[in-house]
């Protein structure tokens, strides 16, 4: 019982040390990704409204979670998953700065339309239209030294083991990315503020459906081809899906998904970029003769910024739903980027 108890141990603690890992190198892998942030029109009242429901049962009971929305309020332009994940990062942020100071607080999710012309803007941004988000906190705040080095990769002020200091380097790259900019103010005992301005939309807000949401309604399970060449990613991107309420089906590689694809239509095919053979860009190309228009995720732990590469992830885009995530693949973020790709 003993030696069960330390090898329950030790195993608690390598997959922790897997988990901060993947978190780091995804973070890593971020910093060299270009023009793949899948941009849309984002209604920001409403998304600001389901992060306070989130947020107000994950946070904790002493902090209270407000939003400040102002009426009318135009879509925005930009990747929707990413912002979401750059907001909970700095809700994050906050609840720990709070934390520190003494355990409870205020967190409050603004946004404002704002309108930037040519006589300069303190961000830099260049004159036209952008939605203003905020995310203030009433935590301890910060000295100007710490101010000036808070958007550094790796700076942070948090112990050993938790924090990476990517959060806020990772929401500024992402702001500067989509078109817009981000921005710090803080000050010790008076909280912190971080402002992010994204170019507002060109239409209607474009509502795009979680998992559950699609899960719920749909008739049937929604089916997923899972296609790589390493059996135990397969099994476990399968058996994660499974879990999630997908009917999946799986290939070692393209001429095998192609087989398949004679007989069946899956809603949507997930496949490794490299496999032997066949890649993950030419199966997505035959597949989509056998199956037009069939919605695709590409997986890849590759950053390809060649003519070539770029030149045939716009033609997969070009010809059907589509979407590239990169390595290691959180199982959640994967259900809900296939999710969003079917028809609705």
């Known amino acids: 019982p003993q030696d069960a108890e330390q090898v329950a141990r030790l195993a608690g603690m390598v997959l922790e040390a897997a988990e901060r890992g993947a978190s780091v190198a995804r973070r890593l ?20 409204s389901d992060l306070q429901e989130v947020l107000g049962h994950t946070l904790g009971a002493d902090i209270e979670v407000r939003t ?32 520190d100071d003494g355990g409870g607080g205020v967190l409050t999710l603004s946004a404002q339309h704002e309108v930037v012309d040519a006589s ?34 790796f700076f942070t002020t948090k112990p050993p083991g938790k924090g990476t200091g990517l959060g806020l380097a990772m929401a500024r790259g992402f702001a500067e990315q989509s ?20 170019p507002r939309g060109d239409g209607l807000p474009q509502q795009v459906p979680v998992a559950e949401d699609m899960e719920a309604s749909a008739a049937r399970p929604p089916c997923a081809l899972i296609v790589d060449d390493e059996p135990l990613v397969r099994e476990i991107l399968a058996a994660e899906l499974a879990e999630r309420g997908w009917d999946v089906r799986q290939a070692p590689g393209g001429e095998a998904a192609l087989e398949l694809l ?34 695709a995720v590409l997986l890849t732990g590759l950053v390809g910024d060649g003519a070539a590469a770029e030149a045939a992830l716009a033609e997969a885009l070009r010809n059907g739903p589509f979407a590239l995530l990169r390595k290691p693949i959180d199982a959640a973020a994967l259900a809900a980027r296939a999710a969003a790709l079917l028809p609705h």
Not at 273 to 286: E, K
Request: aromatic content about 2%; glycine content about 10%; proline content about 7%.
């Open 29 to 48: 892998l971020a910093f060299a990704r270009q023009g793949e942030l899948r941009a849309a029109d984002v209604d920001a009242a409403a998304l600001l």
């Open 68 to 99: 400040e929305v102002a009426p009318g309020l135009p879509s925005l332009r930009a990747d929707k998953g990413q912002l979401e994940t750059v907001l909970l990062n700095l809700a994050t942020n906050a609840r720990d700065a709070m934390d």
């Open 120 to 153: 300069g803007h303190p961000a830099g941004l260049a004159p036209g239209e952008y939605l203003r988000l905020a995310v203030a906190d009433t935590g301890a705040g910060m000295d100007a030294a710490t101010l000036a080095r808070a958007t550094e990769p």
């Open 179 to 198: 078109g817009g900019a981000l921005a710090i103010e803080s000050a010790p005992g008076l909280g912190t503020t971080v402002t992010l301005w994204l």
């Open 262 to 295: 004679q007989d069946e239509a899956p809603d949507v095919l997930i496949t490794d970029l490299a496999m032997p053979g066949m890649n993950g860009l030419a199966l997505i190309r035959a597949a989509r003769r056998l199956r037009p228009g069939l919605p």
